[in-house]
């Protein structure tokens, strides 16, 4: 014998109570929605700030690399300037003396000597020019001057380089300026300080001067 199942209405309080059920999952799943995009949030701004210290710290670390560059070839370039065959302007001695250092001394792409009227005399590499970055004008303010001066930063083409110029009087017994040395330094050295400073992940360090032009990068800045 087959009894038939009458449907059964929900008493209101029943009803009422199920429609609380229903509406505090929908809250909690608005809540742990909005606790989630709070945590996405949360680990974005972390991951910037410490993007931006470690990036910090690489620049910092780049920076005393080259200013180090800069103070060597300061004082190579003082050696130089008290030598007989830059004082003198010797044509036949000093570019045997300048090739030398340039081969025992890493770190420089050119080594040239020129009167004080900016007139080249003698070269490492056998160039006719300044270095890139030197104009005639800044030569011939150091040897007005007698203090030492720096070209604008470049690319030398022929060693495909980053490059500055340094430039300092050679001064005489008595006090005369008689030539001006100066020393095309390779800033590709400072490469070597990117690449053992540690990069935040997807991150880029790059060189770059005045004008916008990079001139040394590392990890693919171009991505």
């Known amino acids: 014998m087959r009894y038939r199942i009458l449907p059964r209405a929900l008493r209101p309080d029943s009803v009422r109570a199920w429609r609380g059920v229903i509406l505090a999952g929908v809250l909690g799943l608005e809540a742990l929605a909005l606790w989630a995009s709070l945590l996405h949030t949360e680990a974005r701004r972390h991951a910037q700030r410490e993007a931006g210290r470690s990036a910090a710290v690489v620049a910092q670390s780049v920076a005393r690399e080259h200013e180090r560059l800069m103070d060597a070839a300061r004082q190579l370039l003082l050696a130089l300037a008290q030598r007989p065959e830059i004082v003198t302007a010797n044509r036949a001695a000093c570019p045997e003396l300048l090739t030398g250092v340039l081969r025992a001394v890493p770190g420089f792409l050119d080594l040239v000597a020129a009167t004080p009227n900016a007139e080249m005399f003698c070269s490492a590499r056998g160039s006719a020019r300044l270095p890139v970055g030197l104009d005639a004008a800044e030569v011939r303010r150091v040897a007005e001057s007698g203090?030492?001066?720096?070209?604008?930063?470049?690319?030398?083409?022929?060693?495909?380089?980053?490059?500055?110029?340094?430039?300092?009087?050679?001064?005489?017994?008595?006090?005369?300026?008689?030539?001006?040395?100066?020393?095309?330094?390779?800033?590709g050295q400072l490469e070597r300080a990117m690449v053992e400073s540690p990069l935040p992940a997807g991150a880029a360090l790059m060189l770059v001067d005045a004008n916008g032009v990079i001139l040394t990068h590392h990890a693919q800045p171009e991505r």
């Open 147 to 187: 203090n030492p001066g720096r070209g604008h930063y470049g690319i030398d083409r022929a060693a495909a380089r980053p490059t500055v110029a340094l430039a300092t009087a050679a001064i005489d017994g008595a006090g005369v300026v008689r030539a001006v040395v100066a020393g095309a330094l390779d800033l």
